[in-house]
């Protein structure tokens, strides 16, 4: 017996092409499953409860999903509702179901499992030495959670199970780690946790894993006792040894352990073998339980307001001399503001020379013959932020710095005004990892559509 997964898409709202998806279809998937968001685009979406994904986009590949899911009887899972999975997230993309089950007269049950989590109850957990620091992340403190917006648990597998147990045709779940949603079913019906665990996290990115790789193209799973198979659905695309291997890797500080709610994934007696032409089986990936089950919580909090400014240099004499030119810039907007009362920063990156990598770059010599710089000004209020960078863009934009030939300015701006007020900064806040006692306790909320 074997059991078939569809993943159309990397993240719910990136798209895929519909010949891909519909030969994923044709294959008669027992269950089609999608990650619906990341925390890889920050803290703001989720301090401020908005999605980072067009709803544009996502309607479109839901209208897909869930009319060839309703019709066919195949169940839907949607995990970490419009993208980071906190209330606000998951009522957006239930109104976009609602509004596609309507335009397409749909009926169907639906389970919403929310991961949302009470501050009073991570402080609880707080006082009862059940919150765990990550790596490098502060040690986690009352004040902190009550400053923190919006704070949700990656849940496992456990409480879509659940959904799935209640005849639920459409699972809707807050913030999820990213593998359960493709793994709850096959280990529901009894297959390996370690396969399914390994799967699903291959799965959650679609056709990245494949060659070329893409985070807008269906892929399909097929889990077995012993193994499961991971398959190309566009001709375009294949998978390989090596790129399903490397995927492997993905997000990953270890290459051969992955940490998860209630344990971890063993690779080290995963092996990868080729089925031409687009095929690749896995074996031996295992699941190991840990003694106490963790979900790891995270959580935003807001900083100030944020107002960029970016501007071209093409100046060669102003080029090699840019970090030089730059920390006096910083010295003469402090003096200007010094008695203005305005606390706050102003940050350059600086592209070209290490706006990447910063203070990291390996590459000390810039050879680049035109730079970008990006200013950043941050202060409590965006007047503030706004003056910031207004001062900072001026004082650069006709600094005379040592060489300077032309008395015209210094920055060639692409946009027009040249500031842009980007609103709210926030920072992740918690990122710590809580013990509880029942890896089911997210309820689902079922409703009938």
């Known amino acids: 017996m074997a059991l078939k997964v569809l993943s159309p898409t990397a993240i719910l709202g990136y798209g895929f092409p519909e010949e891909s998806f519909m030969n994923g279809i044709k294959m008669s998937p027992d269950v089609i499953s999608v990650d619906a968001g990341s925390s890889d685009p920050g803290p703001y979406y989720l301090g401020v409860g908005k999605a980072f994904t067009d709803r544009t986009g996502v309607k479109r590949d839901l209208r897909y999903m869930l009319k060839e899911g309703v019709k066919r009887k195949i169940p839907v899972i949607i995990g970490t509702a419009g993208g980071s999975g906190a209330k606000p997230h998951l009522k957006w993309c239930e109104e976009i179901i609602r509004e596609i089950a309507r335009e397409e007269k749909l009926s169907f049950k639906m389970g919403i499992i929310p991961s949302d989590v009470e501050k009073k109850e991570v402080i609880s957990a707080l006082k009862k030495g059940k919150i765990k620091s990550l790596q490098y992340v502060p040690h986690l403190t009352e004040k902190t959670i009550e400053e923190s917006l919006n704070i949700v648990a990656q849940i496992g597998y456990e409480p879509i199970i659940k959904a799935l147990e209640k005849k639920c045709d459409v699972v809707l779940c807050g913030r999820a780690y990213d593998p359960a949603v493709f793994s709850a079913l096959p280990i529901m019906k009894g297959y390996s946790p370690g396969l399914a665990t390994h799967m699903g996290k291959i799965l959650e990115c679609a056709a990245i894993a494949a060659t070329p790789g893409s985070g807008a193209d269906a892929v399909l799973g097929t889990i077995y006792e012993d193994r499961f198979v991971l398959e190309t659905l566009s001709n375009k695309r294949k998978f390989t040894k090596e790129s399903t291997a490397a995927h492997s890797l993905y997000e990953k500080s270890d290459p051969y352990f992955l940490h998860g709610p209630g344990g971890i994934l063993n690779l080290t007696g995963t092996s990868f073998k080729e089925i ?64 203005e009362n305005i606390k706050g920063k102003a940050l350059f990156h600086l592209y070209g020379v290490n706006g990447v990598m910063g203070a990291d770059e390996p590459v000390k010599n810039t050879t680049s013959h035109e730079i970008c710089v990006v200013i950043e ?21 006709h600094y005379g710095y040592p060489g300077r030939i032309s008395t015209a300015g210094n920055l060639a701006f692409p946009f027009s005004p040249s500031d842009i007020k980007a609103g709210e900064v926030f920072e992740f806040s918690i990122y710590h990892l809580m013990e509880i006692e029942d890896p089911a306790m997210f309820e689902t909320r079922v409703v009938n559509i």
């Open 276 to 339: 031409p032409p687009n095929k690749v089986e896995v074996r031996g990936s295992k699941f190991e339980r840990g003694e106490k089950y963790f979900v790891k919580l995270e959580a935003a909090r807001k900083v100030g307001y944020r107002t960029v400014s970016i501007a071209g240099v093409r100046d060669p004499i102003l080029i090699k001399s840019i970090n030089k030119t730059i920390e006096e810039v910083q010295k003469r907007v402090e003096d200007i503001l010094k008695n």
């Open 377 to 397: 000004a941050v202060s409590d209020t965006q007047e503030k932020a706004n003056t910031i960078c207004s001062i900072t863009r001026s004082t650069l934009l």
